[in-house]
């Protein structure tokens, strides 16, 4: 096509100029060097200087006219720049880069000398631009670009003659150049932005044709500026994540390109390896821009998309290795958005077929292997968003199903076969065809589908199992190792509450013999706080989920072996006066309440009596919340011990239901052994008058049980719910203002009203005047003070008086005996 | 009546060490509020013809009142010697192990009468058992309703328990409560 248009006609490039022989002059050396190598130096005597000046100096199909019109368009070409040369101060290009035309020819920043001249100039300098560029067809997007380019260059020719028509030239001439410098810097921005757009748009209606201006685009970001980079990085990412195919592409092998194929398979296959690299340098860019602390975010987020969108592609397991490691970076974005897309890997199985959850829990029980389980807790969360089959522990049944079946079908075999010998063996070999097509047919159906095979996930399965568990041994065992070393020394155990949550989740699925072992630590850590030495300790709550996980794995296995969990109750048992409620998390006690005591089927009546008595008693000391929680579980428990009722009987010593033991020891560490069913809990009848309505309606009800009966139906929620429902943050309710009632005239002074609406704390505090408050208090506590001054001075008269009788009395004795 | 010495004393603690572990303590330092001294004294052991007896101070004080012949028996009996001097906790104790018991086990109420004509407990009849019991512990045998029927030795440990068939033994028998009917002669 291009042949048939108008060639450009490229004139002779100009004769070096011409130097008279006589001004010649040969050096001594080079007539030497000529004398010895004659043969090499002789070609140039034999030279044809005529017909090689006229081969140079024709031009093809260049009429005379025409010709001549050239030459001095040329030589005035030349004078032109020539004259621009003088006028113009060429600035130096370490101060202003140069523009390189589509043409290639470099143009030097300059500097216009005089004002007037520039606008002519610059028009000038335009049309050279124009007619220097070769006739080439351009594409419409890079004719479309070119034009903008143009269009602006002459805008900041004007602008800058504006500029220097206002300040003076020499001093002011570096200013210039680096406004000029900003301005070309914020031009060639905008320009690489509309380039980027420009690719972006065009990869994206048409990937297969403009495949190779995703090597532009990459070119773009390797850009020195951060902004230009980060717009660079995004545009490719939405390209990729819309381009990218829903297959591996495997790079065909070198037998495979010998081969001959057709022009169709040929474009696919250049189309995918030029793909396949860009994409390579991509994420290759993407992991090494992530160390920088500019990129760190954006990078981030790019491997995190493209993760999410497309598992199932090459290079996943680079992906895969930034993101784990950004799982438990100190930022906290960067960490969401890690954990954010390792969830999602997991949730969404089906798009990578598994192999992608094995690996990422892998490489996290890794990442805890080498941190030593100093990670933070969101790194272990992850596994929550796990799932797993629910026969995965049970695959022996299937094996030995099997194993049956192979057994059967041999035997059957073994007593046809002898008997069938005889028969036609036509027949025979027809039933083995039709059985080989059967299992071809299978097979190739089997490759077909994109289903997975059961055996093959269910071996991914087990390898994420493991690996799990293997994470959570290794926590609870650093965890152990901590608390048996550490004498004094403070550690922290981020780990060990996701870890105990995972527990609980996976229970179901933990091999048995794994549960001894597990039972074991559990039951280390649960009494690890309770020796006396304060050094080193777990937390209440971390105890108390101890507690709650080891009964989740016992009821979770219970078809196994019911096991009574002494020990976990004696330390919940102890836990309940651990409790603190500013330190301690409610909801941890009222679950731990909820499954060990009201979820369990039978108690031992000691025990149950023990746990009953001391609920009562934490029921006095806490807060609303916490006592409802308390007493809801207390009615439980007595609903479910008939035996246990008697502690609402006022017989102190039991009778004959105290079992062996006749007192109640109230500080017993074994619940078995407190002799609680000898009591009378008289602290139902305090809490008939709290002050919170709902738990002094239940302190009677649950007092007036075994009066009553079973009429009244007995609202079933759980200890959690009750805790919920009665927490400060639900504080809903007006108490009666008992102003009147206080009929102790002491405290006239220092009344304070204060009905609580519906407001929350906060309002709380803005509400009372402080000052008032204060000053109520301040008054209160100086009537308290004179009150026991009072006292005091009394009881000092008292004696003083007593003392002074006693001498009257025994003056009087005295006189009498005399 | 005679205390126990050393020899005697060492066994029957061994024996009661492997059914209440570190209840012992209770047990022996048990505050007793019989008899009408204010002041709780103290449960000690005593030997009277071979057999031994569980028995507050204050009791002992007055038994020294009765002939030696004419004493059959005071407190609470918990065991015997026999005649190679071997002791042997007797079914009288299971109150006193049933209180203080470290291990339990809790009957179905199917194989409760199986247990009390005298047989082993087997894994089928097991409703509960508690968790770390080793071999040769001392377990006590509870019904589904908390009565303490009768106590024996494990023959396996719970974890072994977990993986055993139906029919495997679990606990071996040494004393129930219906050896009261069957053996009245022998007590």
């Known amino acids: 096509m291009r042949k048939k248009q108008k060639q450009k006609i490229v004139l002779p490039p100009e004769l070096p100029p011409e130097v008279p022989d006589d001004e010649i002059q040969v050096s001594d050396e080079d007539l030497q060097f000529v004398d010895q190598n004659r043969d090499y130096a002789g070609f140039v005597s034999n030279l044809d200087t005529k017909s090689i000046t006229k081969h140079v100096t024709r031009v093809a199909d260049v009429k005379d006219d025409a010709l001549e019109s050239m030459y001095e368009r040329r030589l005035r070409k030349k004078s032109a720049d020539k004259d621009k040369e003088e006028d113009e101060v060429e600035v130096d290009p370490v101060d202003a880069l140069p523009v390189k035309t589509l043409d290639g020819k470099l143009y030097y920043r300059t500097v216009p000398s005089a004002a007037k001249k520039s606008e002519t100039e610059a028009t000038a300098a335009s049309e050279d631009n124009g007619t220097a560029t070769p006739m080439v067809k351009l594409t419409k997007a890079e004719k479309r670009a070119k034009q903008k380019k143009l269009r602006k260059e002459a805008k900041k020719q004007v602008k800058e003659t504006a500029q220097s028509d206002e300040v003076r030239q020499a001093p002011q001439s570096e200013v210039l150049d680096e406004v000029k410098k900003e301005l070309t810097a914020e031009e060639a921005n905008e320009k690489k932005k509309y380039r980027l757009a420009e690719l972006g748009t065009a990869l994206l209606v048409d990937p297969e044709s ?108 680079n992906l895969l290795v930034a993101v784990v490691k950004g799982i438990s970076s100190q930022d906290d974005v960067v960490r969401k958005l890690c954990c954010a897309t390792v969830k999602s890997l997991f949730e969404h199985e089906g798009k990578h077929g598994g192999e992608a959850t094995v690996e990422a829990v892998k490489m996290i029980a890794e990442l805890v292997k080498v941190h030593n389980c100093q990670l933070h807790p969101d790194s272990i969360d992850v596994f929550m968003s796990l799932s797993f089959d629910e026969d995965l522990g049970k695959p022996e049944s299937s094996e030995v199903d099997n194993k049956t079946k192979m057994k059967n079908s041999k035997k ?52 994420t199992l493991s690996a799990v568990f293997q994470t959570f041994f290794r926590i609870l065992k650093h965890a152990m190792q901590s608390l048996a070393s550490s004498m004094g020394e403070s550690f922290s155990l981020p780990l060990l509450a996701p870890c105990l949550n995972g527990i609980g989740k996976f229970s179901h699925i933990i091999d048995l013999d794994f549960m001894a072992d597990l039972m074991n630590y559990l039951r280390k850590l649960a009494g690890a706080g309770s020796q006396k030495n304060d050094s080193h300790h777990l937390t209440v709550s971390e105890r108390l989920q101890c507690c709650i996980v080891a009964f989740k794995v016992m009821k979770n296995n219970l078809e196994a072996l019911n096991v009574d969990l002494q020990e976990f109750f004696v330390q919940l048992y102890g836990l309940i006066l651990e409790y603190r409620p500013g330190r301690d998390k409610g909801e941890v006690l009222a679950e731990a309440l909820k499954i060990m005591l009201c979820d369990d089927r039978q108690h031992d009546t000691q025990r149950a009596a023990a746990f009953v008595k001391r609920l009562a008693t934490f029921s006095l000391s806490f807060g609303s919340a916490e006592s409802m929680a308390a007493l809801v579980t207390l009615r439980h428990l007595l609903h479910k011990n008939a035996k246990c009722r008697n502690l609402l009987e006022n017989d102190a010593g039991g009778g004959s239901v105290s079992g062996g033991i006749a007192k109640y020891n109230p500080y017993a560490t074994d619940p078995g052994l407190s002799g609680a069913l000898a009591s009378v809990l008289w602290e139902l009848n305090l809490l008939t008058k709290h002050y919170h309505p709902a738990v002094s309606t239940m302190a009677s009800s649950i007092s007036t049980m075994n009066t009553v009966g079973n009429q009244v139906s007995h609202s079933n929620i759980s200890p959690q719910q009750a805790f919920v429902q009665l927490s400060h943050e639900h504080e809903s309710f007006i108490p009666a203002s008992n102003t009147k009632k206080t009929s102790n005239k002491r405290k006239k002074g220092c009344r304070l ?36 001054e009072n006292e005091r001075l009394r009881t000092e008269l008292y004696c003083t008086n007593m003392s002074l009788k006693l001498c009257e009395q025994y003056r009087k004795q005295k006189k009498r005996i005399r | 009546m005679r205390p126990l010495d050393e020899n005697e004393t060492t066994q029957v603690f061994e024996k009661l060490f492997k059914f209440v572990g570190s209840n012992l303590k209770n ?53 015997k010697f026999t005649k190679t001097g071997k002791f042997q906790l007797t079914i009288q104790s299971l109150n006193l192990l049933a209180a203080n018991a470290k291990h339990k086990v809790w009957l179905k109420p199917t194989s409760e009468m199986s247990f009390l004509y005298g047989n082993n407990v087997l894994k089928g009849g097991l409703g509960r058992i508690t968790e770390n019991i080793n071999p040769n512990d001392g377990v006590v045998v509870f019904s589904m309703s908390d009565m303490p029927l009768g106590f024996g030795v494990a023959a396996k440990s ?11 033994i679990v606990v071996i028998h040494q004393a129930d409560i219906g050896e009261y009917l069957r053996m009245e002669d022998e007590l």
């Open chain 1, 210 to 317: 403009n495949i190779k201006s995703l090597r532009e685009m990459l070119q773009i970001a390797k850009d020195g500026d951060h902004s230009i980079v980060i717009l660079g990085l995004k545009s490719l990412l939405a390209v990729f994540k819309d381009i990218l195919p829903g297959y591996r592409i495997r790079l065909p092998t070198e037998k495979e390109q010998q081969m001959l194929v057709s022009k169709a398979v040929k474009k696919t296959r250049l189309y995918e390896s030029t793909l396949l690299t860009a994409y390579k340098a991509f994420v290759q860019k993407l992991i090494a821009l992530e160390e920088q602390a500019v990129y760190k975010r954006v990078a981030m987020r790019c491997i995190c998309t493209l993760l999410e969108a497309v598992p199932h592609f090459n290079f996943r397991d």
């Open chain 1, 412 to 463: 059957k075999r073994k007593l046809v076969e002898p008997n069938k010998l005889p028969a036609s063996e036509n027949k025979r070999s027809r039933q083995e065809i039709i059985s080989k097509t059967r299992e071809e047919v299978k097979a190739d159906y089997k490759a077909a589908s994109f289903a997975q095979d059961v055996a093959e996930r269910r071996r991914m399965q087990s390898d």
């Open chain 1, 753 to 788: 009203s204060f009905p609580i609406s519906s407001a929350s704390k906060d309002e709380l505090m803005t509400l009372a005047d402080e000052n008032a408050v204060r000053n109520k208090l301040s008054e209160h506590f100086l009537i308290l003070d004179n009150i026991v």
């Open chain 2, 27 to 79: 047990i022996v330092e048990n505050p007793s509020h019989e008899g009408p001294d204010p002041n709780p004294g103290r449960y000690c052991f005593r030997l009277q013809k071979n057999r031994v007896y569980y028995v507050s101070e204050s009791l002992v004080k007055r038994a020294t009142n009765i002939k030696r012949e004419n004493l059959v028996s005071l407190g609470t009996q918990i065991g």
């Open chain 2, 158 to 168: 719970t974890q072994d328990c977990r993986k055993m068939d139906p029919n495997g």
